[in-house]
């Protein structure tokens, strides 16, 4: 089984930083791709970023040039930098791993609050 866990959320005012981690542990196998989502209220869940195990990003055009997805394989933990904040980017933030044999897991969120 594979546990990730979020942390860094919290409360900021717009134009603000924040760092998200996420930190996996137990029988990693092998990781195909990680990946930050967010589910804002009212919303449905949105893909932020994704990082592949060879290091290769893609960012969703709502965020790009504003937040940076990070790994540190040696500690096996993802990054999520967010700067210049909006008050649009409040949601929960969800840290996802999908396995090479094709497991999905999911972290139990860390909340972001921008306010204006």
């Known amino acids: 089984q594979v546990r990730l866990v979020e942390s860094g959320g919290g409360l900021v005012q717009a134009g603000g930083s924040l760092r998200l981690s996420c930190a996996a542990s137990?029988?990693?196998?092998?990781?195909?791709?990680m990946a930050w989502y967010r589910r804002a209220p009212g919303k449905q869940r949105e893909l932020v970023a994704t990082i592949t195990g060879s290091g290769a990003t893609n960012y969703a055009d709502s965020v790009k040039g504003r937040i940076t997805i990070s790994r540190d394989n040696a500690k096996n933990t993802i990054y999520l930098q967010m700067n210049s904040l909006k008050p649009e980017d409040t949601a929960v933030y969800y840290c996802?791993?999908?396995?090479?044999?094709?497991?999905?897991?999911w972290g139990q969120g860390t909340q972001v609050t921008v306010s204006s």
């Open positions: 137990g029988s990693i196998f092998g990781v195909r791709v």
């Open positions: 996802n791993l999908l396995g090479l044999s094709g497991t999905t897991y």
